[in-house]
């Protein structure tokens, strides 16, 4: 994972997905951010869970107590956009709502993990606007809360270099 604004990523057919990422602090707090769970789309088509692993998680520079913010989950807006011919355009958007409930999330997850611990984790993803898959040089990714009126928002930078195997 990383907020870095630029990344690196071997080949060029990666692409973003938008979600939301949840980690608890030492003191057992529960925190949200937005996330892109950017992809390499051609090692894919081999593996999903490979393919993710390959590329870096962006995750926003701010973090919200999901406390403040449960009352509201189903409202709160992530959007993406992708860098394409010199201007951004929207790739997704949708609230929360889509996706499975956190609280479900972390029963699922809890039910998985060996240790018994609450990892962190990203969240699942919206459909695509358009549903066609987007490969870019950058992506932009947000959450908006439009009960407390406030935004995430990162931008990141993708470069790619070549695979030398």
Request: glycine content about 8%.
């Amino acid at each position: 994972m990383t907020n870095a604004d630029n990344v690196l990523f071997v080949g060029n057919q990666t692409s973003p997905e938008v979600e939301f990422f949840l980690a608890k602090d030492t003191e057992g707090t529960l925190y949200i951010n937005v996330a892109g769970d950017h992809i390499d789309r051609e090692s894919e088509a081999v593996s999903v869970g490979k393919a993710k692993q390959i590329c870096d998680k962006v995750l926003g520079d701010i973090f919200w107590k999901v406390d403040d913010v449960a009352g509201h989950w189903d409202q709160i807006e992530i959007h993406s956009q992708v860098f394409q011919n010199g201007e951004w355009i929207a790739y997704q958007a949708g609230p929360l709502g889509q996706i499975l409930q956190f609280t479900e999330l972390l029963k699922l997850i809890a039910d998985d993990g060996p240790t018994g611990k609450q990892p962190s984790l990203l969240s699942g993803t919206i459909p695509i606007i358009g549903g066609e898959t987007i490969f870019t040089s950058a992506c932009k990714i947000s959450m908006r809360d439009p009960v407390l009126k406030r935004e995430i928002v990162k931008s990141y930078q993708i470069t790619s270099i070549p695979d030398r195997s």
